[in-house]
């Protein structure tokens, strides 16, 4: 009996002296067991995935702003093809999504002054620049191109040089010897131009009376065609270098878009485009888009370089016919 009673004094001792050491543990700040309890109530714990509409791994960690100490989560958004503002107006953008907007985004060339003589700035010069969005102010509708079918064209109200170069992206244009951007001439043989020569060449260039050939088996679909320093190039190919033999500063008249004037006969495109640029002496003077007077819905193409919207200059025939608006 009195072993019983003395091993029962013993379990007594030692649980007491544990609380005890547990206690004493608990007012010692260096002691494990207080670490670990301040700790746990530190912890944040990382909540289960549960944003709706996204499946496991779209998702990315975020903390709370109001300052209660919550992680919470916010879903991604990477398929642009699928925007639904109700599901995705909270979510973050990915990369892709994001490259793939910059990528479509509408871009314009202007110019800008940088000075010459820095720190002074007493010089200035006039660069080129490329600007994102479509630079049309208010009251205009950006559109993705204008179609001729053929009666219709625009007058640059600019005398094309020797030293004028022109960009131009079209498409669609079915006409043998269709004129793309051409100057009016007093003759028909000095002429700065991109036209579409024959049936079977997709497009060409000519200063003077020279132009190289482009043939293609595709006829004309899509294309990008510039003509720089006397050299032709299609969709960023060289075609080759433009004669400038013939060319008479004295003949040349207005550039036209979609027509073209030798002497007294006129001669048109029927066809697409989406933007026409040009450069005279390397700066920029015109830079035509695409565009919707929103006020008549007249339909012709704003010159970002003079603030000038033109239309159709053509006294009889339809008007130009309008593509979709740009994205």
Not at 41 to 65: C, F, H, R
Request: some cysteine; hydrophobic content about 35%.
């Amino acid at each position: 009996m009195l072993k019983k009673i003395l091993l029962a004094l013993i379990f007594v001792i030692t649980a007491i002296t544990n609380i005890t050491h547990a206690e004493d543990d608990m007012k010692t700040v260096a002691s494990k067991a207080y670490v670990d309890t301040k700790i746990e109530t530190k912890q944040l714990k990382i909540p289960a995935a549960g944003q709706p509409n996204v499946d496991a791994g779209e998702t990315v960690m975020t903390y709370t702003s109001t300052g209660n100490g919550q992680i919470g989560e916010r879903g991604l958004y990477s398929d642009i093809s699928s925007y639904n503002a109700s599901t995705d107006g909270d979510k973050l953008i990915t990369a892709s999504a994001l490259n793939a907007t910059f990528t479509n985004l509408p871009t314009t060339d202007t110019t800008k002054l940088e000075c010459a003589n820095s720190p002074a700035c007493t010089l200035w010069t006039i660069v080129d620049q490329t600007a994102y969005g479509d630079m049309l102010p208010s009251g205009y509708t950006r559109l993705e191109y204008i179609q001729s079918t053929g009666t219709q064209y625009i007058d640059t109200d600019f005398v094309g040089t020797i030293n004028t170069d022109i960009e131009i992206k079209g498409s669609d244009f079915t006409d043998q010897a269709a004129q793309l951007v051409v100057t009016t001439t007093t003759t028909g043989g000095s002429q700065l131009r991109i036209a579409k020569f024959t049936a079977t060449q997709k497009v060409g260039a000519g200063i003077g009376t020279g132009a190289p050939t482009y043939s293609t088996s595709n006829g004309v679909s899509q294309f990008v065609a510039k003509l720089e320093n006397h050299n032709l190039y299609l969709d960023g190919q060289l075609v080759g270098a433009v004669s400038t033999d013939g060319f008479n500063q004295g003949d040349m008249g207005n550039m036209l878009i979609f027509s073209g004037l030798y002497g007294s006969g006129r001669y048109y495109g029927v066809g697409k485009v989406y933007y026409v640029k040009i450069w005279d002496n390397n700066t920029l003077v015109r830079n035509f888009i695409p565009a919707k007077r929103n006020s008549d819905n007249v339909i012709g193409m704003y010159d970002t370089v003079s603030g000038a919207f033109f239309t159709n200059a053509a006294t009889s025939g339809d008007d130009f016919t309008p593509g979709p608006p740009a994205n």
